[in-house]
């Protein structure tokens, strides 16, 4: 795992991360495979048994695509408005769309991992790295169709994703850093 | 097998220090906003594209059908038919029926309707307050009165 690029995508206040094996840094890239019905098509195909596990329901293919995209399209109509008026308006900005990953509201950490989701029932993630109040590093983001995120390959890996940019952002010299693979 | 993190932790940043270089080093990235605002302006027939490209899928896989098998039947390139399954295309009747006849389905279909005497009138004028208040008349007139009323109100708006 590498980290190649972080990319302004709000100015001063929203960060993201490109890792080495993608061609877009992830914000953009999440926004672009949740608005594919092909890559929805076979994520969906490939947890199949999530999907119709009974966390969210017994929700077909095609269901879920458009779920997916339709929550996809109001939480960019979100970011998009806070784009607009966040620079004015002080209540309307990222940390009114971010909260801790641990679902601790009392305790808020340093350089805390973040989850945002638009609303209650909402299945999509972006994670980031909270660096300060209204400054965030989107570091990846999910289809959650499963209660925690430990039980999951593709979660485990958004997982390693949050410490790994920690830890980037934290190291003095990040571009001598990253994870050895040894086999 | 990811064994070992090879981060240096004896030289911590601070949040300051992290945010300067945040802003310093990041490259700005405005496509996004223009991604967005387009996604945000078409959603319409986006959605009808991708509700299109879920159909196509699930049929290819149904078959056991390949995309670049479609293309060829389809006789297009298998970067438009990718394209297509991809949602991204604002197709043409004309490819829509080829596909629907090449996988035997139904793509589009247009719901059954009946077209009134007065259709065309109701189709552009019907919110309109002066076709309200000429609809109130009609109901008083015999049948060659709102021909003439109607003819009347469209020489007048033309005018």
Redesign the interface.
Known sequence: MKIIDTFAVLNESLFSVQFEQEVTHEFARLFNIWNDPEYLFDFFNENLTDLQGGFWGDINISEAIQRTRNEASELEAKILAIAKTGQTNHYENLSTLFTPLNNDPCRIESYEKSKTRIRKGSWLRVYAIRVDLNTYVVCGGAIKLTKTMNARNHLKLELEKLEFTKNYLLSESPDAHDFVELF | ????????TD???N?ED??KR??S?????D???K???Y??AN?AW??LS??I??HI??TL?RKGMTQKELAIALELSPQYV?KI???KENLTLETITKIEKVLNISLVEVPSFTVSQDYGVNAWLSDTPSYKKLQSLKSEMNLSQKADCIYDYNVLKIA
């Open positions: 097998m990811i064994l070992s993190n090879c981060f240096k030289a911590i940043m949040i992290i945010k945040l802003i080093q990041s490259k700005k990235d496509q996004w906003i991604d967005a605002e996604r945000q959603k986006l959605d991708a509700s490209a879920i899928l699930s896989r990718n399954v991809q949602g």
